[in-house]
């Protein structure tokens, strides 16, 4: 490692982190430093084949691997789930989604206190990361590709449903304005059908740059500072650089002659401002670290999507409506045929997510006098885990505000569908259920339902003053469905799919009548009953990876950990760049949402604010 100073110290090289290196070392007068934790698998067949991204959730070595703390709102169930610990983060095992988020939930940030943050500004920035051909959207790096159908009629089954029951078929996923079916693209190059992502689309025109640097395998420590005064308020405290750990278990530091910028995800950035004295004074006092900067809401607003699949098994043996289990189950000539496909001619399963036919829907039936009754009463359920979280009386009112606007919308989407021909589930500790458990040659059609704009908020705090990488000195709570709306408009969207969609006609037709269902899932028509749904969601729920929030962009006074142009507050030159500064959570999968923070944190800092 040849230098100790640089310009720029980046501390995090996945998504977000390599977006700002590769825009950041755009003038080769700055010198910038990326340091990632995890290795550099850009050349690894699990990162850029797209159907073996599984592969890597449970490899240590390529993701680090979480769980929360026992789960109220899921009958104290322990959640698990993985973030990417490999050079462009999770970017390179994600499930390759890239759909923007609404207008109104960006608009919402602004509306927060964060002038420039709206749709307008924030849409132009996004679309600087990708590059759509089929429609001409985008001037990015990122290439980004509509899968091929390959036949199959499962697609138009479900666009031709959504439309009998009087939604849009297809939608612009980046017009910020989704309201029905869409075909959700695959973050894929369109002529290898090899993975897309910071990994290799930021890094290709920059990795033989002279001023740019990436290390990899090096863990963060912690961001060291200069107090120039005893009153961080005025922003007189300077990061100078960053003590990390190598490889060899070396401890060194590097100094930042400009700026430091964290960008080590909603998970990992709030343990490193804590772990360098930034956050709350009673909790860092406890666990004898110095306080630097104090700021009680560091690892608070922790937001993501929790998420229920329903399985419905197929009549079978329909010309057009095969489903891939067998590819699920490993059987080895059904591999072999689709690993052919892929290689020869670039098609089949392993050229594509699997998730792409999807729908935005708003809270059911919500045209009615009788739903809107509905509404003021669940409004008006009261929240009794209220004032265990550390939130502002000014946040929680305005994030109630946008969240009811969305429920009395009629074009709003509340919940987000994820459609495929396969068997796909979640096992009670989060973990992804395998096709194995299933009986003989059972097929299956799964809805995956994501709760678009959870109130329920939560945080991540350090247990130990120690920099260990476990998750057993992190106490990650999500605090999933302890705000009574969520359960209620999860579950209203869960009797909806069970309810309608599936017995909606043509995709009614494919499915077996009284045929079974995934474990523990109420039989055909009991879910009528909204009271066995709500049970249904309270044991069956998980989380998706899409976590946000720990770092909240917003007015300090609101809960604010960094101002508009991303600063930290209380410091001159250390801003935070990733999904943690999201404040609303985005509506659906937050890839494309952070690739759009992080080209606006590359143009904020580019123009020297």
Known sequence: ??????????????????????????DLDTSVLVIESGPDLRDDPRVNIPAMWPSLLDD????????????????????????????????ALNGLAFSATSKANIDAWETLGNPGWDWANFSKAMAKSYR?????????????????????????????????????????????????????????????????????????????????????????????????????????????GLEYTTTSGEINTVRA??????????????????????????????????TIIQNPFVGENLQNHPMCALNFEVQGDEKGFETVEKLSRRDHDTVAAAMDAYKSRQVGPFSRSGSNHAAQLPFPSIKGEDEGQRLQRIYHITNLSAGIEKATETFV??????????????????ACYLSAPVFTRFNSDGSRASALQLDGDERYFTIVLLLAHPLSRGSVHITASSTSASSHSLAIDPRYLTHPLDIEVLAS????????????EPLASHLKPGGKRNPTAPQTGSFTNLENVKKYARET?????????????????????????????????????????????????????????????????????
């Open 1 to 26: 490692m040849a230098s100790a100073e640089f310009d720029f110290v980046i501390v995090g090289g996945g998504l977000a982190g390599l977006v700002l290196g590769a825009r950041l070392s755009e």
């Open 60 to 91: 240590p070595h390529a993701s680090w691997q979480y769980k929360t703390v026992p789960q109220e709102g899921l009958g104290g169930r322990e959640i698990k789930f993985t973030q990417g610990c490999l050079l462009g983060g999770s970017s």
């Open 132 to 240: 759509l051909n089929e429609t001409g959207e985008g001037n990015g790096p990122l290439e980004l590709a509509v899968p091929c159908e390959d036949g199959s009629e499962w697609p138009r089954a479900w666009r031709d449903t959504l439309k009998a029951l009087g939604f849009p078929a297809s939608n612009n996923p980046f017009s910020g304005q989704v309201y029905g079916g869409l075909t959700v693209p695959d973050s894929i190059y369109p002529s290898t059908k090899e993975r897309s992502y910071s990994g290799n689309a930021y890094l290709k025109s920059a990795i033989d740059r002279p001023n740019l640097t990436l290390w990899t395998q090096t863990s963060a420590n912690k961001i060291l500072f200069d107090k120039l005064e005893n009153d961080d308020k005025f922003n007189t405290t300077i990061a100078t």
């Open 257 to 290: 002659r400009k700026e430091v910028i964290l960008t080590a995800g909603a998970i990992n950035s709030p343990k490193i401002l804590e772990l360098s004295g930034v956050g709350d004074k009673s909790r860092l006092d406890v666990l004898g670290i110095p």
């Open 397 to 414: 009112e305005a994030h109630e505000s946008f969240v009811h606007s969305v429920l009395e919308s009629p074009t709003e989407a509340s």
């Open 493 to 504: 969207h869960l009797q909806y799919a069970a309810e309608t969609i599936a017995t909606t």
């Open 541 to 609: 729920a998980v989380g998706a990876a899409h976590y946000t929030g720990t770092c909240s962009m917003m007015p300090r006074d609101m809960g604010g950990v960094v101002d508009p142009q991303l600063r930290l507050y209380g410091c001159r030159n250390l801003r935070v760049c990733d999904a943690s500064i999201i404040p609303i959570t985005p509506r659906t999968n937050p890839q494309a949402t952070v690739y759009g923070v992080a080209e606006m944190a590359a143009d904020i800092i580019k123009s020297g604010v």
